[in-house]
Nanobody, 111 residues
């Protein structure tokens, strides 16, 4: 059973930044992909960014230029640096590995 724990969410003003962390534990294969998804009110869950252990990186269109995903193979950690946050970024951000999901971390962008 893989266990994913997100952290780093919170309240931030528009234009601000947050860094989310995802800690993965359990039977993770040596070559893997971890994704960040988000659930924004009124919308379906959507891909924010994807990070692969072989330096594969992809972003959702809304994240390009504002968000940066990175990972630490040795620690099974994946980070999501979010800059220039907008109220529309408010939602619950989830870490995902294969069929496993974390509990999510709330990000609220508001003045």
């Amino acid at each position: 059973q893989v266990h994913l724990v997100e952290s780093g969410g919170g309240l931030v003003q528009p234009g601000g930044s947050l860094t989310l962390s995802c800690a993965a534990s359990g039977p993770i294969v040596s070559v893997y992909v971890i994704c960040w998804y988000r659930q924004v009110p009124g919308k379906e869950r959507e891909l924010v960014a994807l990070w692969g252990s072989r330096n594969i990186i992809q972003y959702g269109d809304f994240a390009k230029g504002r968000f940066t995903i990175s990972g630490d193979n040795a620690k099974n950690m994946v980070y999501l640096q979010m800059n220039s946050l907008e109220p529309e970024d408010t939602g619950v951000y989830y870490c995902n590995y294969q069929e496993f999901w974390g509990q999510g971390t709330q990000v609220t962008v508001s003045s």
